[in-house]
C-alpha cells in the first residue's frame, strides 16, 4: 500500500518520471549499439530530454487544490463551465491575459472588452497550457516567472496579443 502522499507526488511527477524513463532507455541502447542503431539511441536521448523539459514546464503551470467549474478546450475555443457564470472564448479573439492578484486565476481579456476569469485549479485547467503556448508571442518562459512569484499586490499582465501597424 502506498501513502496518499507519496502517491500524489509521484501523480504529480509522473509525466517527467516517463520522459527520463525514455530518455534512460535510449541511452541505454545507444550505450549498447553501434552505428545506425547508435544515432538512433542519442535521437532517442534528445527526444527524452526534450519531453522531460516539456513536462517540467507543465508540471510548474498545473496548480495544486481544486476549485468550481470545468475547463474544456476544442477547436480553438477555450470553454469554462462555472456554478456562478462562465464562457466561451476563441483563441484568435483573446487580447490579453493576465493573473489575478491572487495569483488563482486566468483573467483573459477578448477583443470586445469583456474578462472571462478562469480559476487556475477548475478540472481541465492543465489543458490551458496547450492552448496559451499558441498565442502569438507568448513566452512559456515569462508565464513561468509570473506563476512563481505567487501573489502580489495587483493583477500581473501575462501577454497582450502584439499590435501591428498599418503601413500607409
Known amino acids: 500500500m502506498i501513502r496518499p502522499e ?3 507526488t509521484l501523480t504529480r511527477w509522473r509525466e517527467v518520471l516517463a520522459a527520463l524513463a525514455v ?5 541505454w541502447w545507444a550505450l549498447g549499439s553501434y552505428g545506425l542503431m547508435a544515432g538512433l ?4 536521448v534528445a527526444l527524452g530530454a526534450g519531453l522531460a523539459l516539456g513536462a517540467v514546464q507543465r508540471m510548474r503551470f498545473a496548480p495544486q487544490g481544486e476549485a468550481p ?13 462555472g456554478p456562478r457564470g462562465g464562457g466561451i472564448v476563441a483563441l484568435d479573439q483573446i487580447e490579453a491575459l493576465s493573473l489575478s492578484a491572487d495569483a488563482g486565476f486566468w483573467l483573459i481579456e477578448v477583443d470586445n472588452g469583456q474578462i472571462l476569469a478562469i480559476p487556475r485549479a477548475a ?6 497550457f496547450d492552448a496559451f503556448s499558441s498565442l502569438p508571442g507568448l513566452e512559456i518562459a515569462h508565464l513561468l516567472r509570473v506563476l512563481a512569484q505567487g501573489q502580489a499586490p495587483r493583477v500581473r499582465p501575462v501577454w497582450r496579443r502584439p499590435v501591428h501597424a498599418l503601413l500607409t
Open 6 to 8: 507519496l502517491l500524489a
Open 23 to 27: 530518455a534512460v532507455l535510449a541511452l
Open 41 to 44: 539511441g542519442w535521437a532517442g
Open 69 to 81: 467549474g470545468i475547463v474544456e478546450i476544442d477547436e480553438g475555443e477555450i470553454r469554462y463551465l
Open 123 to 128: 478540472q481541465g485547467s492543465e489543458g490551458l
